[in-house]
């Protein structure tokens, strides 16, 4: 392959110039730009091939018949041209020997008119009569066939050669124009002087005063004159008009096969769209059911194999759509019954919570057992009425009565009041919450309640799960790829996510470990909230985490109510994750990973020193489906979770064994969101 054939192959595999498996650098934005301009034009007719069967199988079809055409065209005209030749040529042998013959029969009995003259001499006079006779020869065969054959007469060895072609001498002689020693080629010439016989060969006229030659068929003998002299006698039969009847054939099968490719054409289209048009109706009514326009359905004639599929369409939506009522009938029933539930246990719980206050108060008047039964009472009707609460919020979010109340909010102020709220708890773990990026002011329009219940659960989940060690808020704002959006990160270095439970992180009433202590009392609906909070703000709330490595929760809102995300300005992956420092899922360094594996200090304790932590925000970092997670078998012993080194977060995450199956698919955050911890 040729250099430029190299560099536009690599051009269309996307502009990569170094050799396979090479580790690509940035590539040249001329080149670059050359690239799209070479593929720019190709990507709207390649679209429609692609999604238009009609055009692909008339396409199809017009090329098929265009080479079975052309190929039938070429067989007709071969045979054809064969058969112009053999007739041309058994017609040319026949009217040359005729000529032939009678030639020798005016040299064996003497031509009237070519006789000699009673007063020449005689030293001169074989040679005078000899020219004389064949020149009269030529004229008298040529005249017979004008147009059809010319005569040529040449000399032949002999021991008086011919002269010059003047009517006295026996030079040349020719019919018309034709030059004789340019139209008898030299190789047959010397066929007639070695051999008797008649000889035949493909040749080209040449006419006198011009270089242009006319195909033709060239049949030669060699005979004797009058006075027995040898010469060569040729007659030349252009082919004028086998070609014409040849141009005539070839025009008339194009003409033919033009309009037979055009009618197959026609007719494939008329076909396929008798079976495409039921099919593009399918399609536009499933489109239709699938925009929940239920009541849809196909037209339906005849009796052959479409009908009964659109007969079968129409059952199937028939019977999808009482199945969809049902299940809203029933969606419908449990959300009141759950709204109905929860607010008739209101009154017997406000009934009891006083009951349980008065016994609560005098708790130091009974004994050991029941004032810690008194205590044991006053904590679970607190996390009752924390799930009751959950509940009506949750069938709000159902029955699609949640309301946005949007106003322009700083988000630091929001973060601050979250930790403010879980300091105590972080106190009790010997955890500490460290905010990043509030240099900056953080403004979006957003409900203040919504989103600072999103992040007290995202914080109050860290500092659970955080086992003693940091953790890290961070907020950005940012323009460009993220389309004007602001993010919340929320960084622990606990004991991460394990793999499978990113897909079953945000059901409701899921827990991570069931076994494991819930020191705030939760119920399970935390993230189930969250989730429905960043979606009806247009947002995001996103995941990823690690065996042993802790997790990241995301939380990305559009800075304006309404507008669409097209990005986060914090990457979802952190850059102290394993695979970012190069290595593996035991914590040590990743073979073949061609650099040295950065590494990040041992998280410290509380009661140690520990360094800033400085994270600067990507703006160009996509969003994920929130389930990504890192598998480790051995996990990471207490201790070396990394935390303590200056995080950077300056290039998107990707790659490696992070599980993220849509990390370009911006906009659709929250719909495929999965691989948070039930909290």
Same mark, same amino acid.
């Given at each position: 392959?040729?250099?430029?054939?190299?560099?536009?192959?690599?051009?269309? *595999?996307?502009?990569?110039?170094?050799?396979?498996?090479?580790?690509?650098?940035?590539?040249?934005?001329?080149?670059?730009?050359?690239?799209?301009?070479? !593929?720019?034009?190709?990507?709207?007719?390649? !679209?429609?091939?692609?999604?238009?069967?009609?055009? @692909?199988?008339?396409?199809?079809?017009?090329?098929?018949?265009?080479?079975?055409?052309?190929?039938?065209?070429?067989?007709?005209?071969?045979?054809?041209?064969?058969?112009?030749?053999?007739?041309?040529? %058994?017609?040319?042998?026949?009217?040359?020997?005729?000529?032939?013959?009678?030639?020798?029969?005016?040299?064996?009995?003497?031509?009237?008119?070519?006789?000699?003259?009673?007063?020449?001499?005689?030293?001169?006079?074989?040679?005078?009569?000899?020219?004389?006779?064949?020149?009269?020869?030529?004229?008298?065969?040529? +005249?017979?066939?004008?147009?059809?054959?010319?005569?040529?007469?040449?000399?032949?060895?002999?021991?008086?050669?011919?002269?010059?072609?003047? *009517?006295?001498?026996?030079?040349?002689?020719?019919?018309?124009? =034709?030059?004789?020693?340019?139209?008898?080629?030299?190789?047959?010439?010397?066929?007639?002087?070695?051999?008797?016989?008649?000889? !035949?060969?493909?040749?080209?006229?040449?006419?006198?005063?011009?270089?242009?030659?006319?195909?033709?068929?060239? &049949?030669?003998?060699?005979?004797?004159?009058?006075?027995?002299?040898?010469?060569?006698?040729?007659?030349?039969?252009?082919?004028?008009?086998?070609?014409? +009847?040849?141009?005539?054939?070839?025009? #008339?099968?194009?003409?033919?096969? =033009?309009?037979?490719?055009?009618?197959?054409?026609?007719?494939?289209?008329?076909? =396929?769209?008798?079976?495409?048009?039921?099919?593009?109706?399918?399609?536009?009514?499933?489109?239709?059911?699938?925009?929940?326009?239920?009541?849809?359905?196909?037209?339906?004639?005849?009796?052959?194999?479409?009908?009964?599929?659109?007969?079968?369409?129409?059952?199937?939506?028939?019977?999808? %759509?009482?199945?969809?009522?049902?299940?809203?009938?029933?969606?419908?029933?449990?959300?009141?019954?759950?709204?109905?539930?929860?607010? /008739?246990?209101?009154?017997?719980?406000? #009934?009891?919570?006083?009951?349980?206050?008065?016994?609560?108060?005098?708790?130091?008047?009974?004994?050991?057992?029941?004032?810690?039964?008194?205590?044991?009472?006053?904590?679970?009707?607190?996390?009752?009425?924390?799930?009751?609460?959950?509940?009506?919020?949750?069938?709000?979010?159902?029955?699609?009565?949640?309301?946005?109340?949007?106003?322009?909010?700083?988000?630091?102020?929001?973060?601050?009041?979250?930790?403010?709220?879980?300091?105590?708890?972080?106190?009790?773990?010997?955890?500490?919450?460290?905010?990043?990026?509030?240099?900056?002011?953080? &403004?979006?329009?957003?409900?203040?309640?919504?989103?600072?219940?999103?992040?007290?659960?995202?914080?109050?989940?860290?500092? /659970?799960?955080?086992?003693?060690?940091?953790?890290?808020?961070?907020?950005?704002?940012?323009?460009?790829?993220?389309?004007?959006?602001?993010?919340?990160?929320?960084?622990?270095?606990?004991?991460?996510?394990?793999?499978?439970?990113?897909?079953?992180?945000?059901?409701?009433?899921?827990?991570?470990? $069931?076994?494991?202590?819930?020191?705030?009392?939760?119920?399970?609906?935390?993230?189930? &909230?969250?989730?429905?909070?960043?979606?009806?703000?247009?947002?995001?709330?996103?995941?990823?985490?690690?065996?042993?490595?802790? +997790?990241?929760?995301?939380?990305?809102?559009?800075?304006?109510?309404?507008?669409?995300?097209?990005?986060?300005?914090?990457?979802?992956?952190?850059?102290?994750?394993?695979?970012? !420092?190069?290595?593996?899922?035991?914590?040590? $360094?990743?073979?073949?990973?061609?650099?040295?594996?950065?590494? &990040?200090?041992?998280?410290? @304790?509380?009661?140690?020193?520990?360094?800033?932590?400085?994270?600067?925000?990507?703006?160009?970092?996509?969003?994920?489906?929130?389930? @990504?997670?890192?598998?480790?078998?051995?996990?990471? @012993?207490?201790?070396?979770?990394?935390?303590?080194?200056? =995080?950077?977060?300056?290039?998107?995450?990707?790659?490696?064994?992070?599980?993220?199956?849509?990390?370009?698919?911006?906009?659709?955050?929250?719909?495929?969101?999965?691989?948070?911890?039930?909290?």
């Amino acid at each position: 392959m040729s250099f430029s054939g190299k560099l536009s192959a690599r051009l269309l *595999r996307g502009g990569q110039l170094l050799p396979d498996g090479a580790v690509s650098g940035p590539v040249h934005p001329l080149l670059r730009l050359f690239s799209r301009w070479v !593929r720019r034009p190709l990507l709207p007719a390649l !679209r429609l091939w692609r999604r238009n069967i009609q055009l @692909r199988v008339v396409a199809t079809t017009l090329l098929m018949s265009l080479a079975v055409v052309l190929l039938l065209g070429v067989v007709v005209v071969g045979q054809v041209r064969n058969g112009l030749l053999t007739a041309k040529a %058994q017609s040319a042998q026949s009217q040359a020997a005729g000529g032939f013959g009678v030639a020798q029969k005016l040299a064996d009995g003497g031509g009237g008119d070519t006789r000699p003259d009673d007063h020449t001499q005689a030293g001169n006079r074989g040679n005078q009569d000899s020219a004389t006779w064949l020149t009269s020869l030529v004229e008298q065969l040529a +005249s017979g066939g004008q147009g059809v054959f010319s005569v040529v007469a040449l000399s032949s060895d002999s021991e008086e050669p011919f002269g010059d072609a003047s *009517r006295g001498t026996r030079g040349p002689r020719a019919s018309g124009d =034709v030059d004789p020693e340019r139209s008898v080629p030299a190789d047959l010439r010397q066929k007639l002087d070695a051999k008797a016989g008649t000889f !035949r060969q493909y040749t080209q006229i040449k006419r006198i005063g011009s270089d242009e030659g006319t195909p033709a068929i060239i &049949i030669g003998k060699r005979l004797n004159d009058v006075n027995s002299n040898q010469y060569q006698l040729y007659y030349l039969f252009p082919f004028s008009q086998e070609e014409e +009847s040849l141009k005539l054939v070839t025009g #008339t099968l194009a003409t033919a096969g =033009v309009f037979v490719v055009i009618l197959l054409g026609a007719i494939a289209w008329l076909v =396929v769209r008798q079976v495409v048009t039921p099919v593009r109706m399918a399609a536009g009514i499933s489109e239709r059911l699938a925009a929940g326009i239920l009541q849809e359905r196909m037209k339906v004639t005849g009796e052959d194999d479409i009908a009964r599929l659109g007969e079968s369409f129409n059952k199937m939506a028939q019977n999808l %759509q009482v199945k969809i009522q049902q299940l809203e009938e029933l969606s419908r029933m449990q959300r009141r019954f759950v709204s109905d539930v929860s607010h /008739e246990l209101r009154t017997p719980l406000t #009934t009891v919570r006083m009951a349980a206050d008065v016994i609560h108060e005098a708790r130091e008047d009974f004994d050991p057992a029941t004032s810690r039964s008194a205590e044991l009472l006053r904590g679970q009707l607190d996390r009752f009425e924390s799930l009751l609460a959950e509940l009506l919020e949750i069938s709000r979010f159902d029955a699609g009565a949640a309301a946005l109340e949007a106003e322009p909010i700083d988000l630091r102020d929001v973060v601050h009041r979250v930790i403010e709220g879980a300091e105590p708890l972080a106190e009790r773990k010997g955890t500490r919450i460290l905010v990043r990026g509030a240099e900056q002011p953080v &403004i979006a329009e957003a409900d203040t309640r919504r989103v600072e219940r999103v992040l007290r659960n995202l914080v109050v989940n860290a500092v /659970e799960h955080g086992e003693g060690r940091d953790v890290v808020v961070r907020l950005a704002s940012g323009g460009g790829p993220s389309g004007g959006a602001v993010a919340v990160a929320v960084r622990d270095y606990g004991v991460g996510l394990k793999p499978g439970e990113a897909t079953r992180v945000f059901n409701r009433f899921w827990r991570a470990d $069931p076994a494991r202590a819930r020191t705030t009392g939760g119920t399970g609906l935390g993230l189930s &909230i969250a989730v429905e909070d960043a979606r009806l703000h247009g947002g995001w709330l996103q995941a990823w985490g690690e065996p042993g490595g802790g +997790s990241q929760f995301r939380l990305t809102l559009p800075r304006t109510s309404g507008e669409a995300l097209r990005g986060s300005p914090i990457p979802l992956e952190p850059e102290d994750s394993r695979r970012h !420092r190069g290595l593996d899922e035991a914590g040590l $360094p990743r073979a073949g990973s061609g650099r040295k594996a950065s590494t &990040i200090p041992v998280q410290p @304790r509380p009661s140690e020193p520990r360094p800033a932590v400085r994270p600067s925000a990507d703006p160009a970092a996509m969003p994920g489906n929130g389930a @990504r997670v890192v598998p480790q078998s051995g996990g990471v @012993r207490s201790g070396e979770t990394a935390g303590g080194q200056s =995080v950077r977060t300056d290039e998107p995450a990707g790659g490696g064994a992070v599980v993220d199956g849509a990390e370009q698919e911006a906009g659709r955050g929250v719909e495929r969101e999965g691989g948070q911890r039930g909290r």
